[in-house]
Each structure stands twice: as C-alpha cells, then as structure tokens.
C-alpha cells in the first residue's frame, strides 16, 4: 500500500476531497519526522511507537580492499507495533 492508496482509502471513507486528506497525512509524517531528529519519540497508543534505536560501534569489513572498517556508533529511526496492533495481525494475516 503506497501513500496515495493510504490517502483515496481516507477519502473515501471520511468524504474529505484527497486534497486535504493528503495535506493532512503530510503533516502527520512531517510532524513524526521532525520529532525523531529532535530526540523524541512519538507515542500513538493503540497503534505503535516511533523510537530512535542507537546502534553500537561495530567492526565491518570492506571485501573488495580486504580491510577492516570502524562503522561509528549511531542512531537508527524504528517503529515498535503495541500489543493490540501485533495480535490483530498475528489473527488475521495467513502465514504464507
């Protein structure tokens, strides 16, 4: 499912023209965006949570040079489902 079916489905269903309802989804994903490179996370109860995950510095390897690389300590945006999101897919998804 891509942004635009996200916003015809809401249309649809509220009456609002698509317009405003792709204003509105834009916002919410600025809105989530600029929380997260603010240090916050966004807390949806009954859906899921927006967190920063920090990453711990690692040891990779570049294999075309055959040499170690250092890769930093950073942080990674990620989504954590709530309890009630993961158990209505878990029930309703078939498992292929």
């Known amino acids: 499912m891509t942004k635009a079916d996200i916003v015809s489905k809401i249309s649809d269903k509220s009456g609002i023209e698509k317009a405003d309802v792709l204003a509105t989804v834009e916002a919410f994903m600025t809105e989530v965006k ?3 490179e603010n240090g916050d996370n966004v807390y949806l109860r009954g859906f899921g949570s927006f967190i920063i995950k920090t990453r711990a510095e690692k ?3 570049n294999i075309s040079k055959n040499t170690t690389i250092k890769i930093p300590a950073h942080n990674i945006p990620a989504f954590k489902p709530a309890k009630t999101f993961t158990e209505g ?3 309703k998804v078939l498992v292929k």
Do not use: E, N, Y
């Open 34 to 36: 600029g929380a997260l």
């Open 59 to 61: 040891t990779g390897r």
């Open 89 to 91: 897919v878990k029930s």
